[in-house]
């Protein structure tokens, strides 16, 4: 009898334990689906490889960093709304070229949400991409 009753208490809390990370589950992927619309999709446009930093304007730091292959592109999602700008790295062979862009703002809320998209085109001579910057200041993130 006691066996049996350890066999059905140890099944109610398997049950239990599932329908909880069940229910976790629904509510953080619901609020995935309604936070996480937000995005923006960058094209490499050019036979550079690219690294790019996506930051938090205003000193808030590293949000993400998206590599993306010669002639293609990436989308990177957004959960917040904020100011952001890009910093770069093109790497071809043994140039590498770093630059910085202007800030852009990302919407994502009850009011609506963006979605954009960047494309850069790089050259030796620079191409489209912002401001020229040093390897450390790419290097960092903040």
Do not use: W
């Not at 936070?35 to 930051?55: D, F, G, H, P």
Request: glycine share 6%.
């Amino acid at each position: 009898m006691k066996r049996i009753f350890t066999i059905c208490l140890s099944i109610a809390l398997a049950v239990f334990s599932v329908n909880a990370y069940a229910n976790d589950y629904v509510t953080e992927s619901n609020n995935s689906y309604f936070n996480e619309k937000a995005s923006l999709t960058i094209s490499n446009r050019s036979e550079y490889t690219l690294t790019i930093k996506i930051m938090r304007n205003n000193g808030g730091g590293l949000y993400s960093t998206v590599s993306i292959p010669a002639r293609s592109s990436r989308t990177v999602y957004f959960s917040n709304s904020g100011s952001f700008f890009t910093k770069l790295k093109a790497e071809k062979g043994i140039e590498t070229i770093y630059k910085q862009d202007s800030p852009f703002s990302i919407q994502c809320d009850s009011s609506g949400y963006t979605e954009a998209s960047m494309s850069y085109y790089i050259s030796s001579t620079g191409g489209s991409a912002g401001k020229s910057i040093s390897r450390s200041e790419f290097e960092k993130n903040y």
